[in-house]
């Protein structure tokens, strides 16, 4: 039986006074036991958190009981290691960062559910776009998915513009990895005056954990933002490790590159970084391992935010 219970979690919802949340979820967090992220801002709640079911219990009810997120929906999954090593409460601007004023709330796209998706993206006039950043669709899309190629998702509205020049008319289906950048992606579509948008419902993530792999049109491995780096069908941890130089995902293969050193580099940020800065990654992996012989976790060990 797995160890931990990871929750992830977003809604949209207007919270002005979010600020003012961030030291009593903090100590709520905290208090139960809890590792991972969760940011807040005017728009909303975004977060990925671990522990045991009871604390994960607490928070979800915390957050339910704000006017406005009563409908709160959140995603489960387990893993056998500590997933996240500290706790961290933070105040954004956005939960997932665009960089446009929308609220979803005002249009967004058609929910599909899972079980409904391989339909829809098998039709031949729907074109399937992953609104998720190179490094993350590089281990892992659908069949016949179009990749923008973004660094990042504050890119993806201008990408967007110029290839509707080349599809004026096009029937839009779009996925994430829990279903967030969906939700600002599909209302940017609206507000550009996109009629038929849809998009998946609890994204790649819920998509995994429900279709069947004999049936599924996902090929590879899904990205995460945290410790497990990649899932797979049924949210199975999956092969990638990561690269704490740069945060891209290594393949096994990956690994054994003459330019992989753990903590320093990888074969893709070798030549991006000079000897002074790798001989500080090198120090501050030494720092991890040290504090790892030692059976405590380490700052500079990697923790991610959740992207989307």
Not at 21 to 31: E, F, K, M, S, V
């Amino acid at each position: 039986m797995p160890q931990f219970t990871i929750a992830a979690l977003y809604h949209f919802f207007r919270f002005p006074d979010f600020a003012s949340h961030q030291a009593p979820l903090q100590a709520l967090c905290d208090g139960a036991g809890l590792k991972g992220t969760l940011l807040l801002a005017p728009e909303g709640v975004n977060g990925a958190i671990a522990g045991e079911q009871s604390g994960l219990d607490v928070l979800l009810d915390y957050l339910r009981a704000l006017p406005g997120c009563e409908n709160l929906e959140h995603k489960l999954s387990f893993s056998d290691d500590p997933p996240f090593l500290r706790m961290k409460v933070r105040l954004k601007r956005e939960i997932v960062a665009m960089g446009l004023e929308l609220d979803p709330d005002d249009a967004v796209g058609a929910y599909v559910a899972p079980e409904d998706w391989n339909a829809l993206i098998s039709e031949p006039e729907t074109i399937v776009i992953d609104t998720r950043n190179d490094y993350e669709v590089d281990i892992g899309a659908f069949e016949g998915a179009v990749n923008p190629q973004t660094k990042s998702f504050r890119e993806f509205p201008e990408w967007f513009r110029k290839f509707r020049e080349t599809r004026p008319a096009a029937k839009i289906a779009m996925y994430c990895t829990g279903g967030i950048r969906c939700e600002k992606s599909t209302a940017f579509l609206k507000s550009e005056g996109v009629d038929e948008v849809y998009h998946l419902k609890g994204g790649i993530l819920k998509y995994l954990e429900t279709v069947p792999e004999p049936e599924s049109l996902w090929r590879g491995e899904c990205f995460v933002f945290d410790q497990r780096v990649s899932v797979g069908h049924g949210l199975v941890q999956g092969e990638y490790k990561l690269c704490y130089a740069c945060r891209r995902p290594l393949a096994p293969e990956d690994l054994k590159s003459e330019l992989f050193e753990k903590g320093v580099s990888c074969a893709a940020c070798h030549h991006e970084t000079d000897d002074a800065q790798k001989a500080r990654f090198r120090e501050r992996q030494r720092q991890v391992d040290l504090a790892q012989s030692r059976g405590v976790s380490h700052i500079g060990t990697n923790t991610q935010e959740p992207a989307e």
